[in-house]
C-alpha cells in the first residue's frame, strides 16, 4: 500500500471528501484543491519508503527529468573508481535567467558508502521542488531565484556495495589500497561464512578466560567484565577466514580510506589523518566534483548529508584553524540555531568540537576554499527511537528497559518486530574452530527506521532550503538624480542584499577566493567622483572610493548580509546611465537611470 | 617577430643536433650539452640518448597546460627483476620554470649512467640491481620562457591566473620597454619613496631605514606600464602556479602563485601520481631553487634560512596594496525588517556547544623538521655531494615551503634531497652573524632583515597574506626565515667569475611615469650558471646520484639453516641483511606510516606453522651497513619437502630462497 496515500486518508478526511467531490466533478481541477487544502495530486507520484541503489536513483532522476524538462537537468560530473557516473541534478529556471547569474546551493550526499540516506533526502527534494513550483508561492520563488546542484551519491561504488553486500566495511571508496603493506590489494576482507547475506560478528565461549559476559538483563547483550574478573566469552571480531594464507584474518578489507578526508582544505598525511590518501582530490569522486565547484563559483551554500547522531555541522574541522571570523560566525549561528528549531534533537555543532577532529573534508573545503557557506547534517539520531522528554528521562534509569544496549533490542522488539537482530548462532571456524555469529543487521542504527523516512527527509530538506533561500540576492532599490550644474549629475542608487549571507565570506576574502563583486557603469557618461554614502537621510560627505577605473569599481569586502549601501556618482555626461552590480554568489542587479 | 625568433631557434637546435649526431660514435656515448635547451630540443636530445641504448626507456606521464610532454626516463638494465621491484633513485629537474639547469643537469645525469654502462663497473651494478627514474622537466611551459625573445624570468606555469584578483586574467604583464630583450626594474625618482641607492654598490636598491636617518628616494617596479588602467604596474601578467610551491608538506595555503589547493596542477598531479604508484623509490633528488644537500639540516632538524634577492622582490612589493583595494567597513545595516525567529541563546557567538566539548590541543602534529635520527644520513648524502661536485656554497634559496622535496621526505619518507645545482664561484660560505668581507661589512641592517618568510613575494603581500592565512600546518614550516638579502653577496660573486649578471641602469621616459631609469639583474643569470658550465656539472651530479644509488638499502636472504626436530618438526631460521647505507625505513618512514615494514614470510601452509615467528613477520626498520635481522619458524613438514621463504622490503628490494627440510 502507497504510504503517502494511506495516510492522507487516515488523517485528511477534509482533503478526502475534496478528492471525491473532484472526481464527481470529472476532470480534477487543482486551483480548487490547492484552494482546499495542502494535498495536490503528484504530477509524479512516487513513494518514499525503500532504500534504492545507484541505478535505481538514476532511474528515478530520470524519470524527474523526463517530467519537468523545462527546470531538471541530468549530468554525470564523471566516473567512480567502479565506472558509476556522479549523477547530478541541476535546477535552474531559465526563463528567470542563466545559472551563472543566480546564487547555486550546491547538495550532496553519501561520501561514506553506507550513509545512504541522504541520497534519497537529495531526490525528495528535487520531487518537492518540481511538485510544489506554481503552487506554493515560497517554493516557486526559491526556484525562480536559485540554481540548485543536487548529486544524491557521491560515493556510488560503496553505496552499492552497502546495499548488495553484506554491509561491512562500506564507509570507504572502492580505490585499491594495500593496508598491511604485503604488495597486495584489498585481498583479505571479511566472509560472509554462513550465507546469512551480512557480515556477523564472532564470538567464542572460552569458560573463565574471555573479557566478556553475557547480560542478566538480556541474554542478547555482550557486556565487557570489570577489571578483576574473567568472562566466559571473547569476541574475535567480524565474520571472515585468512583469505591469502598469510596467517592474519580480514587484515586488507576493500578500499581502507576515508573519501571525505581527501579534500583541499586542512588535508593532512595518513599519519595525521588516517584515510586521507595520498594528496586532495586524488580520489576520481573527489576529483571530479571538485572540478564541477572550481568551475561553478556562483555556488554559495554547501549541505552534505552524513549520518548519524543528529547534528548540524559546521567547520572548522580541527581547532588549529582559528576560529572563523566574527561575521562568518554570526551567519553560520544564525542559520545553524534556526535548524535546530527545523530539525527536533539534532545539535548545531562546530566538528572539531562537537564530534572530532577532522583534516580535508569536504565543508572546510566549501568553507575555504570555495567561499560557500556550508553544513553537513548528520542524519538520524538515536534520541529519535524514544523522542519525548519523558521517555529520555525513563533512558537516564539503568533499571527501565530502554537504558544503554537495551534500548536498541526494546525499539526492535517492540517497533519493528525483531526485524533487525541476528540470533547467535553456532559455526565451525577454520581458523578458530567453534564459535557463533552474531549481530545487528546493516541497516539498522546509523540509518533511519525505514517508516520514519518521510519526516526525516522533509525535515532536512526544509533546513537546507531555508539555508538556500538565505544566500545572497543581489536588488537596486531607490534611485535618484539630481542635476548640480550644466552637464553633471549627482546620481545615487540603493544597493540591497536582501538575505543573512553576505556576498562575500570575510574568510573568502581573507583567502582571495572568491571575485570581487563589481559595481559598473555603462552609457554616455564619463564618472567624476563616487562615493559610499553613510546614511542618506542625514547630509554629510560621502566616503570617496579611491580607485582610478570608477566606472569599474572593485568590492572586494563584498555586500554585508540584510543591508541597503547607497552609492554617489558625480557623473558628467547625457542621456541614461546603467549601474550594474555584480556578484558571483549573489547574482547581478541593475538599473538605468535617466540623466535629467 | 615571434616567427623569426622560433626560425632561428630552431636552426641552432638543428646546428646543435647535427653537432651532438656527428659527435656521437657507436657505444661511447653522446656528446654532452653546451647551451640551455628548449623543449623541442630536450626532447630530441633525450628521445636520441634513449634510443642509443638498451637501458633506457622514455614514457610520457602527462602534458602540461600548453599541451607539452611531461617524459620520465627510466634507466636500468631490462634483464632481471622487474624494474618496479628494484630499488630506485628518482631526479627531478626543473620545477621551478626559471631553473632551467636542473634539465640539464637530469639531462647529464642520464647521459652519465648510459656512457657508464659501457664500461664502468659500478655503474653496470646500479643498472642491473637498481633502477634510476629521471623527470628532467617536470615544468616545460614555463621552461619556455627563458628562449622568448622577451626574456623575463619567473617559476610559475602557463596556467592562466587572476593574480590580483580583480576578475581580470594576465591582464597587466611587464613590457619591454626599452627593447633590449629583457625585463628588469625600473627606478622612479621620488621623494616619498621607500628606497634608495645602496651605499656600497651603487647598482644595488636598498629599503631606507628612517631611524638611522635614511631617506628613501625611490620607488621601485617591474619594467612595464600599467596596461589595464587599474593604477598598478604588471600586478598580473600571464603564469600562474609555481609548481615548487604546490605539494604537501607546509603547503602556503591562499598565497597567489600556490595554486588554488594542492597538487592542484596537471604538471604537479603527474608527478606525484607517477610517485605514489612507485614505492620502490627509496632517494630523491630534486634540482630546484631550495637547499637541503649542500648545506644538510642543522641540528634541531631545520634547513638552512633562505637567501633571496632583494631587488626583485622590492619590484613585487609595488603591488602589494592591491589585496586592500575595495575593502569597505562594515555599513550600517538599514532594515529589513524580517528576522525571523531569532535569537533564544542570547550573544549569538557560540561558545561551548551542547554535547561533546573536545579539546582544542588534541591530536597530533604534522612533523616539520627533520627527525634528529634521519639527521646522519643527510650529513653524509652532503659530505658526499660537496666532496663530488666541490660545490660548497650556493647563491640564492628560498624557503621550501610547499616544495617536492619536502614531500619526500615528510610524507613520501624517504631520504629526499634539493640543490640549485651550481655554487657561486667565490661566495664565503655565510656564518650566523657574519658578513662576507669588505664591502657589506658596512651596509646597515637592510629592509631584508625585516621581511617576512616567503620567497621572492612581495613583502605587503607576505604580510596580508600572513593575516589571511587559515591553514598553519603547525609551527615553524621546516625552517627557512629569510636572511639578509642576498644581492651583494651573490653579485659580488658573479662579477668576480665575470659573468655578466647585471643591466646598468640607463635613463628612459615612461609614458605615465616620465623619467626613470631601468635596469637590475639580468634574467637567470642569478639561477642558472654559464652554459659552459653545465657539461662539468652535469658529469658531477651524474656521479653524484651514481653514489645515491648505492646508498639505498639493499635487502638479502644471507643466511638459512634447517634443524630436524623428528616426528616432522623443523626450524626454519634465515637471516636478511641490508647491505646498502641508508636503512630499510627512515625514522621518519616509520614515524610517518609512509614507508612499509621490511616483510618475511614462509611459503607453507598457515597451520604449519607451529611455533616461533608468525608466518609473515616484519621488521619496521632494517638499519644498513651489513645489519641483519634473524627469523626463526618451527614448522610441521614432510622430509624432502623444499619451503620457500621471501623477503621484500619496499625501498630495499625483494629476495628469496628455498629450503630443503631433512
Known amino acids: 500500500m502507497n504510504y503517502v496515500k494511506e495516510n492522507r486518508m487516515v488523517t485528511r478526511l477534509g482533503a478526502a471528501f475534496l478528492a471525491i467531490a473532484i472526481i464527481l466533478a470529472g476532470a480534477p481541477d487543482l486551483s480548487a484543491q490547492q484552494r482546499g487544502g495542502s494535498d495536490p495530486e503528484h504530477r509524479l507520484p512516487l513513494t518514499w519508503d525503500r532504500w534504492l541503489d545507484h541505478a535505481g536513483m538514476a532511474e528515478r532522476m530520470r524519470q524527474m527529468a523526463d517530467t519537468w524538462p523545462e527546470f531538471l537537468t541530468l549530468t554525470s560530473l564523471g566516473k567512480s573508481y567502479g565506472g558509476r557516473d556522479l549523477w547530478m541534478m541541476t535546477i535552474n529556471n531559465p526563463s528567470t535567467g542563466p545559472e551563472m547569474n543566480k546564487a547555486a546551493m550546491y547538495i550532496e550526499a553519501n561520501v561514506h558508502g553506507n550513509e545512504i540516506q541522504g541520497g534519497e533526502i ?11 513550483y506554481g503552487r506554493i508561492e515560497e517554493i516557486t520563488r526559491l526556484v525562480d531565484e536559485r540554481v540548485f546542484y543536487i548529486v544524491p551519491t557521491v560515493n556510488p561504488d560503496g553505496r552499492d556495495y552497502f546495499m548488495h553486500g553484506t554491509g561491512s566495511g562500506s564507509r570507504t571508496g572502492h580505490v585499491p589500497v594495500d593496508s598491511d603493506g604485503d604488495g597486495l590489494f584489498d585481498e583479505d576482507g571479511p566472509d560472509d561464512l554462513n550465507g546469512s547475506g551480512m557480515i556477523e560478528q564472532i564470538r567464542k565461549y572460552v569458560p573463565g578466560e574471555g573479557t566478556h559476559r553475557i547480560s542478566h538483563d538480556d541474554p542478547r547483550i555482550m557486556e565487557t567484565v570489570p577489571s578483576g574478573e574473567t568472562g566466559d566469552w571473547i569476541l574475535l571480531g567480524s565474520e571472515g577466514i585468512d583469505n591469502d594464507g598469510d596467517g592474519r584474518v580480514n587484515e586488507d578489507p576493500v578500499g581502507g580510506y576515508d573519501p571525505n578526508r581527501n579534500y583541499g582544505a586542512g588535508w593532512q598525511p595518513n599519519y595525521i589523518q588516517g584515510g586521507s590518501m595520498n594528496y586532495p582530490f586524488e580520489l576520481p569522486e573527489s576529483r571530479a566534483t571538485n572540478d564541477f565547484w572550481m568551475t561553478h563559483p556562483n555556488i554559495a551554500g554547501a549541505q552534505s548529508y552524513h549520518n548519524s547522531g543528529g547534528m548540524i555541522l559546521r567547520g572548522p574541522g580541527t581547532a588549529w584553524h582559528g576560529t572563523y571570523p566574527r561575521e562568518d560566525i554570526r551567519v553560520y549561528d544564525e542559520l545553524g540555531e534556526n535548524g535546530e528549531r527545523i530539525l527536533p534533537y539534532y545539535n548545531y555543532l562546530i566538528i572539531w568540537q562537537g564530534l572530532y577532529t577532522v583534516h580535508g573534508g569536504s565543508i572546510d573545503w566549501t568553507n575555504d576554499g570555495l567561499g560557500a557557506v556550508s553544513f553537513s547534517n548528520e542524519l538520524w539520531s538515536g534520541s529519535l527511537y524514544f523522542g519525548s522528554d ?8 539503568p533499571d527501565s528497559p530502554i537504558s544503554g544496549q537495551k534500548s536498541r533490542f526494546f525499539f526492535d522488539d517492540f517497533v519493528e518486530f525483531g526485524d533487525n537482530y541476528v540470533e547467535w548462532t553456532p559455526f565451525d571456524h577454520p581458523q578458530f574452530g567453534a564459535v557463533e555469529l552474531g549481530g545487528w543487521k546493516k541497516y539498522f542504527g546509523r540509518i533511519n527506521p525505514r517508516f520514519t523516512s518521510m519526516e526525516q527527509f522533509h525535515r532536512n530538506m526544509a533546513f537546507t532550503l531555508y539555508h538556500a533561500d538565505q544566500m545572497p540576492l543581489m536588488s537596486i532599490g531607490e534611485t535618484t538624480v539630481e542635476n548640480v550644474g550644466g552637464n553633471v549629475y549627482r546620481v545615487r542608487v540603493d544597493i540591497r542584499n536582501e538575505r543573512l549571507i553576505p556576498t562575500i565570506t570575510v574568510r573568502a576574502r581573507q583567502n582571495n577566493v572568491v571575485r570581487p563583486d563589481l559595481l559598473t557603469v555603462d552609457g554616455n557618461v564619463e564618472v567624476i567622483a563616487a562615493g559610499w554614502v553613510p546614511n542618506k537621510h542625514r547630509p554629510g560627505p560621502t566616503d570617496r572610493i579611491d580607485q582610478d577605473e570608477l566606472d569599474r569599481i572593485i568590492i572586494r569586502s563584498g555586500h554585508p548580509g540584510r543591508t541597503t549601501r547607497t552609492i554617489e556618482y558625480l557623473v558628467r555626461g547625457s542621456g541614461s546611465m546603467t549601474v550594474t552590480y555584480s556578484a558571483v554568489k549573489g547574482g547581478t542587479a541593475s538599473t538605468t537611470v535617466r540623466l535629467r | 617577430m615571434r616567427n623569426e625568433r622560433i626560425c632561428i631557434s630552431k636552426l641552432a637546435a638543428g646546428l646543435i643536433f647535427l653537432t651532438a649526431s656527428a659527435l656521437a660514435l657507436p657505444g661511447s656515448g653522446q656528446a654532452q650539452a653546451t647551451s640551455y635547451l628548449d623543449f623541442d630540443q630536450l626532447t630530441r636530445q633525450l628521445r636520441s640518448l634513449v ?8 614514457n610520457s606521464v602527462g602534458t602540461s597546460i600548453e599541451g607539452r610532454e611531461i617524459w620520465v626516463v627510466e634507466i636500468g638494465n631490462p634483464s632481471g627483476k622487474p624494474l618496479e621491484e628494484r630499488p630506485a633513485v628518482l631526479v627531478i629537474g626543473n620545477l621551478e620554470g626559471d631553473h632551467v639547469v636542473g634539465s640539464a643537469l637530469a639531462l647529464e645525469t642520464i647521459r652519465y649512467l648510459l656512457d657508464g654502462a659501457e664500461d664502468n663497473a659500478e ?34 606555469n602557463a596556467r592562466p591566473y587572476d593574480d590580483d584578483n580583480d576578475g581580470r586574467i594576465d591582464e597587466d604583464g611587464p613590457e619591454d620597454l626599452n627593447g633590449d630583450g629583457l625585463i628588469t626594474v625600473m627606478r622612479v625618482p621620488n621623494p616619498s619613496g621607500d628606497y634608495m641607492i645602496d651605499t656600497v654598490d651603487a647598482r644595488l636598491m636598498k629599503k631606507a631605514d628612517p631611524t638611522k636617518g635614511e631617506q628613501g628616494e625611490y620607488t621601485l617596479y617591474w619594467e612595464g606600464t600599467d596596461s589595464d588602467g587599474d593604477g598598478f604596474l604588471n600586478e598580473d601578467g600571464p603564469g600562474g602556479v609555481d609548481l615548487n610551491r604546490n605539494f604537501q608538506h607546509a603547503y602556503p595555503y591562499w598565497q597567489r602563485d600556490a595554486g588554488p589547493h594542492m597538487v592542484s596542477e596537471p604538471e604537479s598531479r603527474a608527478l606525484m601520481d607517477f610517485v605514489i604508484a612507485h614505492r620502490n623509490i627509496g632517494a630523491i633528488l630534486a634540482f630546484g631553487r631550495t637547499d637541503n644537500l649542500v648545506t644538510p639540516p642543522d641540528s634541531r632538524g631545520n634547513v638552512a634560512d633562505a637567501s633571496i634577492l632583494d631587488l626583485p622582490s622590492f619590484a613585487d612589493a609595488s603591488n602589494a596594496e592591491i589585496s586592500e583595494v575595495g575593502v569597505f567597513g562594515a555599513q550600517q545595516p538599514s532594515g529589513f525588517g524580517f528576522f525571523f525567529f531569532r535569537g533564544g541563546r542570547g550573544s549569538g557567538f557560540r561558545g561551548a556547544q551542547p554535547g561533546r566539548d573536545n579539546d582544542p590541543n588534541a591530536g597530533r602534529r604534522p612533523a616539520t623538521t627533520f627527525n634528529q635520527a634521519d639527521l646522519e644520513y643527510f650529513n653524509a648524502a652532503s659530505e658526499a655531494y660537496k666532496s663530488i661536485t666541490g660545490i660548497e656554497s650556493v647563491g640564492i634559496h628560498r624557503t621550501p615551503e610547499g616544495a617536492f ?21 667565490s661566495a664565503e660560505p655565510e656564518e650566523p652573524g657574519e658578513e662576507t668581507p669588505g664591502a657589506a661589512e658596512e651596509r646597515p641592517e637592510g629592509a631584508a632583515r625585516e621581511r617576512p618568510p616567503g620567497g621572492a613575494r612581495p613583502a605587503g603581500a607576505g604580510a596580508r597574506a600572513g593575516g589571511g592565512r587559515a591553514m598553519p600546518q603547525g609551527g615553524r614550516p621546516g625552517g627557512g626565515g629569510v636572511a639578509a638579502g642576498a644581492d651583494a653577496r651573490v653579485l659580488s660573486a658573479l662579477d668576480a667569475a665575470g659573468i655578466d649578471a647585471f643591466v646598468d641602469w640607463t635613463a628612459y621616459t615612461h609614458p605615465t611615469l616620465g623619467e626613470v631609469e631601468i635596469g637590475g639583474f639580468r634574467p637567470y643569470a642569478a639561477t642558472n650558471p654559464p652554459a659552459e658550465d653545465l657539461a662539468g656539472l652535469g658529469r658531477d651530479h651524474g656521479e653524484f646520484v651514481a653514489r645515491l644509488a648505492r646508498m639505498l638499502p639493499r635487502v638479502t636472504i644471507v643466511e638459512t639453516e634447517v634443524t630436524a626436530h623428528g616426528g616432522g618438526i623443523y626450524t626454519v631460521a634465515v637471516e636478511i641483511e641490508n647491505s646498502g647505507y641508508f636503512p630499510t625505513s627512515l625514522q621518519h618512514g616509520v614515524v610517518s606510516r609512509s614507508v612499509g615494514p621490511t616483510t618475511v614470510q614462509i611459503h607453507v601452509p598457515p597451520e604449519d606453522v607451529i611455533t616461533g615467528d608468525a608466518k609473515t613477520s616484519s621488521i619496521r626498520q632494517l638499519n644498513g651497513s651489513h645489519n641483519r635481522e634473524r627469523f626463526e619458524w618451527v614448522i610441521r613438514g614432510r622430509d624432502g619437502a623444499r619451503v620457500e621463504i621471501t623477503a621484500l622490503a619496499q625501498k630495499g628490494g625483494t629476495d628469496s630462497a628455498t629450503v630443503t627440510l631433512r
Open chain 1, 122 to 132: 537529495c531526490l525528495y527534494t528535487i520531487w518537492y521542488l518540481m511538485e510544489n
Open chain 2, 51 to 58: 634510443n642509443s641504448s638498451d637501458m633506457a626507456r622514455m
Open chain 1, 390 to 397: 519523558l521517555l529520555r528521562e525513563q533512558q537516564e534509569d
Open chain 2, 405 to 425: 622535496f619536502q614531500y619526500g621526505y615528510f610524507q613520501f619518507g624517504v631520504p629526499s634531497f634539493s640543490t640549485p645545482g651550481w655554487g657561486l664561484p
Open chain 2, 123 to 156: 655503474i653496470q651494478t646500479i643498472l642491473e640491481e637498481q633502477t634510476v627514474y629521471v623527470f628532467p622537466r617536470v615544468n616545460p611551459d614555463g621552461a619556455e620562457a627563458m628562449f622568448a625573445s622577451v626574456k623575463w624570468e619567473r617559476s610559475r
